[in-house]
C-alpha cells in the first residue's frame, strides 16, 4: 500500500518536497475553493500571483480573489494584471492599490541600463502622471465595491484631473491619498456611494458632494481648496471629518458652510490666518470635535490674544455610548497674554462675535486656558464670562492658568493694563445656570481671591468650587485665613483645596 502511495504522489525529497513527474498532482488534486481559500490567507495579490510556480494549476486563480490587495507592484506590472482581470468577470469587493515612492524609484533604476530603458526612465520622469491615469481608469472599469488607491508623492505635474463619477458608478467607499489628484465638476451622479475619503487633492466640495446622494461618511485631510472652501451640502450625510491643516495655505478667508440635516458625528480642524466664515445647520449632530488654530494673532481683546477654539464632546466616565443620552458639550479657548504694550482691540463685540462663530451646537461647559505671565485676569474673564451666549449657556467653568516666569513680568508696580477696568471687582454679572467651577495652578494671589469672590456672587446655583495649588506652591496662615473665610461665607457650597498628585487634599486650614 506505501509503495503503491508512492507512486501516485510521487518521491519525496530529504527536504519533504515532491519530485519526480507526479510531484504536481499534490497541487492538481486541490479543488478551486481550496486554492482561492489559501490566496486568501496571503493577503496580498502580488504573492497570490508568484503561487503559479508551483503548478499550472494555480496560474491566473489569483484573478479570482474577492479582494485584491497590490503592494509594491511596478506601475507597468501593475497595469498589466490589471487588463488580465478583463475577462474574468469576478466581482471584486476590494481594489487596494498602493504605489510608494520606493518602487517609483525601483522603477526608473531598472530602465536605466539599456538606451531604450534610458528613454523609457526619461519618459515616465517627464510625463509621471501618464501611469497613474491607467491605473485609475483600468480600476474603475471594475467598479469594485471598495476602491483604495494610495500615492502620496509628488509629481512633475501639478494636478491630474480625475472624474470619479466616469469610472466607479458601482462603488460603495473610495478613499484616494494622493497629493496631485484634482476633481472638476463631475459629470454625473455617484448613486452608489457611501462612504468617500480624499486626502492631499484639490477638491471643489461643493460640486461633488450634490451628486453623491447616498453619501454618508465624508472624509477630507488637508486639501487644496477651491476658491468656495467648505461648502459642504448633502441630505444624506451622517459623518463629516474635515482635518485641514496646510501651514502655507494661501487663503486668507475661510469659507465653511455645512448643511447637513441628518449629520450626527462632526470633526473639523484648520487654521485660519485672515477672516473665517462659518455658517452650520446640523441640527441633529451629537458628537462634534471642532478646533480652529488662529496664526498670526489675528484674534483677540485687549492684552489677550486668541490662539485655539475648540468644541469638543465630553464622553461621561465609565458610561455606555447610548443614543437616547444628551451630551455635554464644551467650549475651549486658548488664550494668551502680551508680553509687549501693543494689544488688541477693545471691541468686546467684535471679540464676543469672532468666539460665536464656533459655536455650532449649544454647550454647557466652558474651559479657559491662560497663559500668561503673572496677568491680573479677573477684568478679562469678567468680560468673557459676561458675553451673553456665554453667560447663559455655561453650567460648568474651568479655568487653567499656565504660568511662566519672564524677566519683565506684570508686578503690582508695573502700569499693565491687565487690570483694567478698574473697578471690575464690585462689578456684577448673572451667572444664574453656573453649578461648577474647576481652577487649576491657583495661588490665591490678591486678583485671584478677588476673582474667586466676584464669582461667589455672581452663580446663585453654585454647587461645587475645587482648587488646585500651583505644584510647589505651600499656603501659609494669612492663605489659610483667607480662603477659609471665603468659603464659610458659602456653606451651601462644596469646596476642595487639592494639591498636584493627591487626591481631594485638603490644608488643615481648609473646611468644606
Not at 450634490?210 to 467648505?230: K, T
Given at each position: 500500500?506505501?509503495?503503491?502511495?508512492?507512486?501516485?504522489?510521487?518521491?519525496?525529497?530529504?527536504?519533504?518536497?515532491?519530485?519526480?513527474?507526479?510531484?504536481?498532482?499534490?497541487?492538481?488534486?486541490?479543488?478551486?475553493?481550496?486554492?482561492?481559500?489559501?490566496?486568501?490567507?496571503?493577503?496580498?495579490?502580488?504573492?497570490?500571483?508568484?503561487?503559479?510556480?508551483?503548478?499550472?494549476?494555480?496560474?491566473?486563480?489569483?484573478?479570482?480573489?474577492?479582494?485584491?490587495?497590490?503592494?509594491?507592484?511596478?506601475?507597468?506590472?501593475?497595469?498589466?494584471?490589471?487588463?488580465?482581470?478583463?475577462?474574468?468577470?469576478?466581482?471584486?469587493?476590494?481594489?487596494?492599490?498602493?504605489?510608494?515612492?520606493?518602487?517609483?524609484?525601483?522603477?526608473?533604476?531598472?530602465?536605466?541600463?539599456?538606451?531604450?530603458?534610458?528613454?523609457?526612465?526619461?519618459?515616465?520622469?517627464?510625463?509621471?502622471?501618464?501611469?497613474?491615469?491607467?491605473?485609475?481608469?483600468?480600476?474603475?472599469?471594475?467598479?469594485?465595491?471598495?476602491?483604495?488607491?494610495?500615492?502620496?508623492?509628488?509629481?512633475?505635474?501639478?494636478?491630474?484631473?480625475?472624474?470619479?463619477?466616469?469610472?466607479?458608478?458601482?462603488?460603495?467607499?473610495?478613499?484616494?491619498?494622493?497629493?496631485?489628484?484634482?476633481f472638476p465638476d463631475p459629470q454625473s451622479e455617484l448613486p452608489a456611494l457611501q462612504r468617500l475619503s480624499l486626502s492631499g487633492c484639490c477638491i471643489s466640495l461643493a460640486s461633488?458632494?450634490?451628486?453623491?446622494?447616498?453619501?454618508?461618511?465624508?472624509?477630507?485631510?488637508?486639501?487644496?481648496?477651491?476658491?468656495?472652501?467648505?461648502?459642504?451640502?448633502?441630505?444624506?450625510?451622517?459623518e463629516l471629518v474635515v482635518e485641514n491643516n496646510v501651514v502655507k495655505s494661501t487663503i486668507q478667508c475661510i469659507h465653511i458652510i455645512v448643511d447637513?440635516?441628518?449629520?450626527?458625528?462632526?470633526?473639523?480642524?484648520?487654521?485660519?490666518?485672515?477672516?473665517?466664515?462659518i455658517s452650520v445647520s446640523a441640527p441633529l449632530v451629537d458628537k462634534v470635535s471642532w478646533r480652529c488654530l488662529y496664526t498670526g494673532s489675528t484674534a483677540g481683546l485687549g492684552l489677550w490674544g486668541l490662539s485655539t477654539v475648540r468644541l469638543e464632546t465630553e464622553e461621561s466616565k465609565g458610561a455606555q455610548e447610548e443614543d437616547d443620552v444628551p451630551r455635554v458639550h464644551v467650549l475651549c479657548l486658548h488664550m494668551f497674554a502680551r508680553t509687549y504694550p501693543r494689544g488688541y482691540s477693545n471691541d468686546q463685540l467684535g471679540f464676543a462675535m469672532e468666539i460665536e462663530k464656533h459655536m455650532i451646537t449649544d454647550f454647557s461647559g466652558l474651559e479657559v486656558h491662560l497663559i500668561t505671565t503673572e496677568h491680573v485676569f479677573g477684568a478679562f474673564l469678567l468680560r468673557l464670562l459676561g458675553m451673553h451666549r456665554i453667560r447663559t449657556a455655561t453650567r460648568s467653568l474651568k479655568i487653567v492658568l499656565q504660568r511662566f516666569v519672564m524677566k519683565d513680568r506684570c508686578t503690582p508696580l508695573v502700569n499693565c493694563s491687565c487690570d483694567e477696568p478698574k473697578d471690575w471687582r464690585a462689578q456684577t454679572i448673572s451667572l444664574a445656570n453656573l453649578e461648577k467651577v474647576e481652577i487649576?495652578?491657583?495661588?490665591?494671589?490678591?486678583?485671584?481671591?478677588?476673582?474667586?469672590?466676584?464669582?461667589?456672587?455672581?452663580?446663585?446655583?453654585?454647587?461645587?468650587?475645587?482648587?488646585?495649588?500651583?505644584?510647589?506652591?505651600?499656603?501659609?496662615?494669612?492663605?489659610?485665613?483667607?480662603?477659609?473665610?471665603?468659603?464659610?461665607?458659602?456653606?451651601?457650597?462644596?469646596?476642595?483645596?487639592?494639591?498636584?498628585?493627591?487626591?481631594?487634599?485638603?490644608?488643615?486650614?481648609?473646611?468644606?
Open positions: 500500500m506505501d509503495e503503491d502511495r508512492a507512486r501516485h504522489h510521487g518521491r519525496h525529497s530529504e527536504l519533504g518536497g515532491p519530485t519526480g513527474s507526479g510531484g504536481d498532482d499534490l497541487f492538481i488534486a486541490l479543488p478551486d475553493d481550496v486554492i482561492i481559500l489559501i490566496l486568501v490567507r496571503l493577503r496580498c495579490s502580488r504573492t497570490a500571483v508568484r503561487t503559479g510556480a508551483l503548478s499550472r494549476r494555480w496560474l491566473g486563480l489569483w484573478s479570482h480573489l474577492p479582494d485584491l490587495v497590490f503592494r509594491d507592484v511596478a506601475p507597468g506590472s501593475l497595469l498589466a494584471a490589471l487588463s488580465s482581470l478583463g475577462a474574468c468577470g469576478v466581482p471584486i469587493s476590494l481594489l487596494d492599490i498602493d504605489v510608494p515612492a520606493a518602487v517609483q524609484d525601483k522603477v526608473r533604476a531598472n530602465h536605466v541600463g539599456t538606451r531604450t530603458g534610458l528613454r523609457s526612465s526619461l519618459r515616465l520622469r517627464r510625463r509621471p502622471a501618464s501611469y497613474v491615469s491607467s491605473l485609475l481608469r483600468a480600476a474603475g472599469k471594475f467598479s469594485p465595491a471598495a476602491f483604495r488607491f494610495n500615492h502620496p508623492h509628488q509629481l512633475e505635474k501639478p494636478f491630474l484631473d480625475v472624474d470619479l463619477s466616469t469610472c466607479f458608478q458601482g462603488t460603495t467607499s473610495i478613499e484616494l491619498h494622493a497629493k496631485f489628484l484634482c461633488l458632494v450634490p451628486l453623491c446622494p447616498r453619501l454618508h461618511m465624508l472624509r477630507v485631510a488637508d486639501a487644496f481648496l477651491q476658491p468656495d472652501g467648505f461648502a459642504i451640502r448633502s441630505a444624506s450625510l451622517q447637513a440635516p441628518v449629520l450626527k458625528r462632526f470633526t473639523m480642524s484648520l487654521r485660519t490666518r485672515g477672516d473665517l466664515s487649576k495652578q491657583f495661588n490665591g494671589q490678591d486678583h485671584e481671591f478677588d476673582f474667586l469672590k466676584l464669582i461667589f456672587r455672581c452663580a446663585p446655583m453654585l454647587r461645587r468650587v475645587a482648587l488646585e495649588l500651583t505644584k510647589g506652591f505651600t499656603p501659609d496662615n494669612d492663605w489659610c485665613t483667607e480662603i477659609h473665610s471665603i468659603f464659610m461665607g458659602y456653606p451651601s457650597v462644596e469646596c476642595t483645596v487639592d494639591r498636584p498628585g493627591s487626591m481631594h487634599h485638603r490644608p488643615s486650614c481648609v473646611s468644606t
